[in-house]
Nanobody, 119 residues
Framework: QVQLVESGGGLVQAGGSLRLSCAAS????????MAWYRQAPGKQRELVAG???????NYKDSVKGRFTISRDNAKNTVYLQMNSLKPEDTAVYYC?????????????WGQGTQVTVSS
């Protein structure tokens, strides 16, 4: 079993910044891709940014140039630096990790952290 613990959400004014962190813990797993998703009220959960174990990244178009995903493999932690925040970025942000144990892949989710951007 792998646990993902998120931190760093909060309330910020438009144009401000927040940094989300997600630490993975668990034994006998290797972590492949990690990602951040978000879900706004009344909307489906959507991918915000992802990063492979090798550091290749991808982003939702609307956050390109504003958000940066990074990871520290030694700490099994993924980060999301969010700059120039907009009210439409308001959502619950979820950490996601694809983990492997022997030949089996598992997908885990964090509990979510609220990000609220006021106009």
């Amino acid at each position: 079993q792998v646990q993902l613990v998120e931190s760093g959400g909060g309330l910020v004014q438009a144009g401000g910044s927040l940094r989300l962190s997600c630490a993975a813990s668990g034994s006998r797993f290797s972590i492949n891709g990690m990602a951040w998703y978000r879900q706004a009220p009344g909307k489906q959960r959507e991918l915000v940014a992802g990063i492979t174990s090798g550091g290749t990244t991808n982003y939702k178009d609307s956050v390109k140039g504003r958000f940066t995903i990074s990871r520290d493999n030694a700490k099994n932690t993924v980060y999301l630096q969010m700059n120039s925040l907009k009210p439409e970025d308001t959502a619950v942000y979820y950490c996601n990790a694809e983990c492997q144990r022997e030949l089996t892949l598992y997908v885990y989710w964090g509990q979510g952290t609220q990000v609220t951007v006021s106009s």
